[in-house]
């Protein structure tokens, strides 16, 4: 019924972007998680999510962004997202991932901080 | 102080089938709209919805497959309070012995798994849950 979640990824110098559009249920998320992988077998260990296309997401979905932030941790990459609904943000909180996942306003700030170097 | 009093109150009976979260989303978000709530308030009644309506999908093994949703606008002339209420006939499960996830530990876990009522109570004023053998009632609430 729901059209599924749209991905588009940015393979940069040493940070890889993913944008999501529309909603982030299991499928969703295991679409991003198989992106993440690939990206992190290719070498890279900074991602962003940039969820500017993403309304609304529930818990399945962002339990599979949990098992991303968890391989993230064992490969001592980073894992950030931007651009975030106030719910999403809120949600994100609620559940303690800006301990261990970078929240930015918006992608400049993300890629600032993100980007190799930086 | 005057009572509150039912301004507007909408039934949805929603079949336990894949998506239909987001018939119930789609319907929060136009009572919350008609409450006439902020666009963040109506976001988090509408992903609160959303959380309730995939934990019965997944846990109430109800046999009727059928979940029930009453959105109830309370207020004395002017809507003040949303309050969702949602109801399945499964098994029922005790609210008490639900751990509380916290993010340290689901990392190390194997099942990163367990949020939605925790989701659910950060984002609403007042949840309560009642449960037992004929089936699981969720009743949230958010003032404007």
Known sequence: MTEGLKLTVDRR???AVLYTDGYINNQGGEEIARAAYELIDQG????LLNLHGTKIINS????????IIERML?????????????TIEKTFHIMGLAQYAGIYPDEAAATADLSPGA | ?????????IRLLLPMAPDMEMVASQAATAVAEFARMSADKVDEVRMAVVEACI????????????????FTVLGTTEPETLCVTVRDHG????PE???DPCIEAKLKAERKRGWGIKIIRGLMDNVKIQSGADGTTVVMCKSR
């Open chain 1, 13 to 15: 110098q040493g940070l």
């Open chain 1, 44 to 47: 890279y260990t900074q991602l």
């Open chain 1, 60 to 67: 399945i979905g962002i339990s599979i962004l949990i098992e």
């Open chain 1, 74 to 86: 064992q490969i001592e990459g980073r894992l950030g997202f931007c651009s975030l609904t106030p």
């Open chain 2, 1 to 9: 102080m005057p009572e509150q009093a039912a301004l507007r109150e």
């Open chain 2, 55 to 70: 934990n019965a999908f997944e846990h109430s093994h109800a046999v009727d497959k059928v979940l029930e949703l009453t």
């Open chain 2, 91 to 94: 098994v029922g499960f005790a």
């Open chain 2, 97 to 99: 012995c639900v751990e």
